[in-house]
């Protein structure tokens, strides 16, 4: 089973700087890894798949990047409304998806 | 607008079964899309349960300790999930999702581009 590492475990910085959030995998996921945000009572959204595309209606402030077993969710400018805690996923290998335990993201 | 609406019991005892269903509106379950369940138990990670195409085609976590089926009904545009004997490590949020893929460079990816709101089945006696 490929065990996704996301890291830090929390980050809290102030609106207008930037975030880099972590995902390493334990053996090699090419690009196939997906970014979710999530707020407290609502579903998961996913915000980049394959490792670097933007979903729908995802504002460019948001970037991922990396392949093989390193990648990173970057988040320039932020804003309050990012305050989440995000996810990554990683797809094709027994079990068929995993995901990472999360980064939670507080904007002070 | 593509929408999953779970429903199910909210409390489920010991040893007992658990099923809910999925309703989706929006578009038809008969397209190139599987559908996913996945859960959250209370300050723990997410954990995929299983999916399935509307063809009956399925996969599951081998992982998982209680044993899953997932099922569909064309007809009813509705997907359900069932777990048997199911204890208080079974207590989650869970939630349906459409599976989506994109390919490239001869290989590809699936994640899950919409999501149900979510609903808690509490394992308790």
């Known amino acids: 089973e490929i065990v996704l590492t996301q890291s830090p475990g929390t980050l809290s910085l102030s609106p207008g700087e930037r975030a880099t959030l972590s995902c390493r995998a334990s053996q090699s996921v090419s690009r196939s890894l997906a970014w979710y945000q999530r707020k407290p009572g609502q579903a998961p959204r996913v915000f980049i798949y394959e490792a670097t595309t933007r979903a729908t209606g995802i504002p460019d402030r948001f970037s991922g990047a990396g392949s093989g077993t390193e990648f990173t969710l970057t988040i320039s400018r932020l804003e309050p409304e990012d305050s989440a805690v995000y996810y990554c996923?990683?797809?094709?290998?027994?079990?068929?998806?995993?995901f990472g335990q999360g980064t939670k993201l507080e904007i002070k | 607008q593509v929408q999953l609406q779970e429903s199910g019991p909210g409390l489920v005892k010991p040893s007992g079964t658990l099923s809910l269903t999925c309703s989706v509106s929006g578009a038809s379950i008969i397209s190139t899309h599987w559908w996913g369940w996945v859960r959250q138990p209370p300050g723990k990670g997410l954990e995929w349960i299983g999916e399935?195409?509307?063809?009956?085609?399925?996969n599951y976590n081998p992982s998982l300790k209680s044993p899953v089926a997932i099922s569909v009904d064309n007809s009813k545009n509705q997907f359900s999930l069932t777990l048997t004997s199911v204890t208080a490590a079974d207590t989650a949020v869970y939630y349906c999702?459409?599976?989506?893929?994109?390919?490239?460079?001869?290989?590809?990816?699936?994640?899950?581009?919409?999501w149900g709101q979510g609903t808690l089945v509490t394992v308790s006696s």
């Open positions: 999702a459409r599976v989506s893929g994109s390919c490239s460079g001869g290989r590809c990816t699936n994640f899950f581009d919409v």
């Open positions: 399935i195409y509307h063809r009956g085609n399925t």
């Open positions: 996923q990683q797809y094709g290998d027994s079990p068929l998806y995993t």
